[in-house]
């Protein structure tokens, strides 16, 4: 599911999980190493949601549509402040 709604948490959905990859951004950092210290940090009692990959990519999709990042020419992620 893309947003939140009464019957689902912000963890949960494709938005609130991009604004947690989005602050996990903060230098230029390639896809692979985001997704492990991304994969990391759900199913945490700090994000109780657990995320695929398929969820991930949607969530950077959705990251660079909006213009919060970008990618460098070496195929890096980078933050748009």
């Known amino acids: 599911m893309l947003l939140?709604?009464?019957h689902l948490k912000l963890s949960e959905s494709v938005i609130g999980f991009a604004g947690l990859v989005l602050s996990d951004i903060t230098k230029p950092i390639w896809f692979d190493d985001v997704w492990v210290r991304i994969k990391e940090q759900t199913g945490t009692p700090d994000w109780p949601?657990?995320?695929g990959v398929e969820n991930f990519v949607l969530a950077l999709c959705f990251l660079y549509s909006v213009g919060a990042i970008d990618v460098t020419q070496d195929g890096e992620l980078v933050r748009c402040d």
């Open 49 to 51: 949601a657990v995320h």
């Open 4 to 6: 939140p709604d009464k």
